[in-house]
C-alpha cells in the first residue's frame, strides 16, 4: 500500500504523480492507494489519483484509494469520478 502525503495540490501534483509512477512500477499485484493522510488538497488531487488509475490499468492491475478523507469523497462525487476511485 502506497501513502499519499498530507499536501496535494496544484503545485505538487506533477511530482507526486511521479512518485506514484515509480512506486507502483516497483511492485505488483493490485495498487491500492491509502488517502487517509491527506489534509490540503485541491481538484488536482482527484487528477492525480485519475492518472494513477489510468497507469494501473494500463499494466492490468487493479486499483483503489482507501480511507478517503471525506472532503475528497464529496469532491470526487461532484465531478463524477468517485466510482472510478474504488472507493
Do not use: K, N, W
Not at 12 to 36: I, N, P, T, V, W
Not at 73 to 80: D, F, K, P, W
Amino acid at each position: 500500500m502506497i501513502h499519499l502525503p498530507a499536501t496535494l495540490t496544484h503545485a505538487q501534483a506533477e511530482s507526486c504523480l511521479s512518485e506514484l509512477r515509480a512506486q507502483m512500477g516497483a511492485g505488483e499485484g493490485d495498487f491500492e492507494l491509502d488517502a487517509a493522510g491527506l489534509q490540503a488538497f485541491d481538484s488536482s488531487a482527484l487528477a492525480v489519483l485519475l492518472a494513477c488509475r489510468r497507469h494501473a490499468q494500463a499494466s492490468g492491475r487493479e486499483f483503489s484509494v482507501l480511507r478517503m478523507p471525506e472532503r475528497l469523497r464529496s469532491l470526487a462525487h461532484v465531478y463524477g469520478v468517485l466510482d472510478l476511485l474504488g472507493h
